[in-house]
């Protein structure tokens, strides 16, 4: 884990892909990330993150309030290895749909673009995020998924196995945006809103026990495991996004049995 210092501005997180980096400034100060411009809430908390592939140098500008000048600090991450991960048994036209439901699926990816699209004031994305469920840990973060025998996209979530019923609970504190018993691929999903741009995606459910609009206080009961959707079996699928990036989940709560981290997720040794 990482803790950086520079004047004003306050880093914490681990610096490799697939990370969740928070941090502070002064309150009216303004963030870019390489050109991107970052959000800093009127406490003075950001947020951003590094997609799986993202390149390994990257650019922090603050400007404080007032003041004329720059600062600037570079972020060297470290490059991850990924797991190929084969996942047979799947009903085949959820690995290649007909294409009578290629409309549903890009509705489906729609609505869940716009559940993710505001960044909000919520501050969830500060709190010591927890595990939101009991279960043997089945797929990590971005390993390339071989499904059916045929290469798919790389897995963006953590997978925890538990029977149906199992309680899936709100890992941080944050607004429900989205709560669809049926898409395609991941069947019952819920969409959490923890604020500047952080969601948490909870796929395969079986129920929810919370609806969309609704405010959720860290560890509250939002729903149970299922097997919804693309599914060999009952699990959790759960998600990180910051914006349009997708994260890894496991990097954001305390390490546990079962989930390799030199291989696929922490590095061997903190930086």
Aim: net charge neutral.
């Amino acid at each position: 884990m990482i803790h950086t210092h520079v004047q004003a501005l306050t880093l914490d997180g681990e610096y490799l892909q697939g990370s969740l980096i928070r941090g502070t400034l002064v309150p009216g100060a303004t963030l870019f990330l390489n050109d991107q411009r970052v959000d800093v809430s009127e406490q003075g908390h950001f947020v951003f993150g590094f997609s799986r592939d993202d390149k390994l140098t990257h650019l922090l500008k603050w400007q404080l309030p007032g003041e004329k000048t720059w600062s600037e600090k570079t972020l060297n991450i470290q490059k991850r290895a990924y797991r190929i991960q084969r996942i047979d048994g799947l009903d085949q036209n959820k690995v290649t749909p007909p294409s009578e439901v290629l409309a549903r699926i890009r509705n489906d990816a729609q609505r869940v673009r716009r559940a993710r699209s505001e960044v909000s004031t919520m501050r969830g994305f500060t709190d010591s995020f927890i595990w939101p469920s009991d279960g043997v840990i089945t797929g990590v973060y971005g390993s390339q998924r071989i499904l059916n025998g045929k290469p798919s996209r790389p897995h963006f979530g953590i997978d925890l196995a538990a029977s149906t019923g199992t309680p899936v609970v709100a890992p941080a504190s944050g607004v429900v945006t989205l709560a669809d018993p049926d898409l395609y691929y991941s069947g019952a999903t819920l969409i959490i809103d923890h604020g500047l741009g952080v969601f948490s995606t909870f796929l395969h459910l079986d129920s929810f026990a919370v609806g969309v609009g609704e405010t959720v206080s860290q560890g509250q009961k939002i729903g149970e495991v299922g097997s919804s959707g693309r599914s060999t079996g009952p699990h959790l699928d759960w998600r990180i996004n910051w914006k349009s990036v997708r994260l890894d989940p496991a990097l954001l709560v305390p390490e546990r049995d079962g989930l390799d981290y030199s291989a696929s997720s922490r590095p061997s040794q903190d930086r």
